[in-house]
T-cell receptor, first 111, second 118 residues
Framework: SQQGEEDPQALSIQEGENATMNCSYK?????LQWYRQNSGRGLVHLIL?????REKHSGRLRVTLDTSKKSSSLLITASRAADTASYFC???????????FGKGTRLHILP | GAVVSQHPSRVICKSGTSVKIECRSL??????MFWYRQFPKQSLMLMAT?????????EQGVEKDKFLINHASLTLSTLTVTSAHPEDSSFYIC??????????????FGPGTRLLVL
């Protein structure tokens, strides 16, 4: 089963622009994480935000979490060609040790 | 950080054969490991939870007799795709959960195994 729904499903922007991806989920969570996956490769963990946190930064990444709306956003500022990848949110529910992934957003940075 | 390895990284096999994929936690012990499957341009779908010393817990729709999971030790879980068919061709990813006393649990993902069944 999948918990998260990302939107948009695909996003193309010019290099240097900011990219925003959103994720919605259905059940109460402990944490929400964002991962990056280059085509045909494994996952790269980007950032974890706990249910009691509202915003978190890591370099060019900014993640927000709104537990009342059961949604999160990932903002990548000053995008680079190397940011081209698929981005997934993943949640682990309260009382559940499984991590469930959203459908992902395919981000393409145009040179 | 903690490292999880998978072997092999890719495998090509004939239809009807069985394929074993190993998932190892290299520098920590993992009582629980997870197996995911990812089809092209899709997300990761959880297949099963592998518990050391007990039977795996399968997600709805995943055939336990086709995808055999053995959590042989605290550092090794294996997934065997029995009688593989072309529709089983996929990217299989494992993760291992690290639980430290007094700290939040973290899952670490392996690099994945690409299976192609001809």
């Amino acid at each position: 089963s999948q918990q998260g729904e990302e939107d948009p499903q695909a996003l193309s922007i010019q290099e240097g622009e900011n990219a925003t991806m959103n994720c919605s989920y259905k059940t109460s969570i402990n944490n929400l994480q964002w991962y990056r996956q280059n085509s045909g490769r494994g996952l790269v963990h980007l950032i974890l935000i706990r249910s009691n946190e509202r915003e978190k930064h890591s370099g060019r990444l900014r993640v927000t979490l709104d537990t009342s709306k059961k949604s999160s956003s990932l903002l990548i500022t000053a995008s680079r060609a190397a940011d081209t990848a698929s981005y997934f949110c993943a949640t682990d529910g309260i009382g559940d040790d499984k991590i469930i992934f959203g459908k992902g957003t395919r981000l393409h940075i145009l040179p | 950080g903690a490292v999880v390895s998978q072997h092999p990284s890719r495998v090509i096999c004939k239809s009807g054969t069985s394929v074993k994929i190993e998932c190892r936690s290299l520098d920590f012990q993992a009582t629980t490991m997870f197996w995911y499957r990812q089809f092209p341009k899709q997300s990761l779908m959880l297949m099963a939870t592998s518990n050391e010393g007990s039977k795996a817990t399968y997600e709805q729709g995943v055939e336990k007799d086709k995808f055999l999971i053995n959590h042989a030790s605290l550092t090794l879980s294996t997934l065997t795709v029995t009688s593989a068919h072309p529709e089983d061709s996929s990217f299989y990813i494992c993760s291992a959960r690290l639980a430290l006393a007094g700290a939040q649990e973290t899952q670490y993902f392996g690099p994945g195994t690409r299976l192609l069944v001809l």
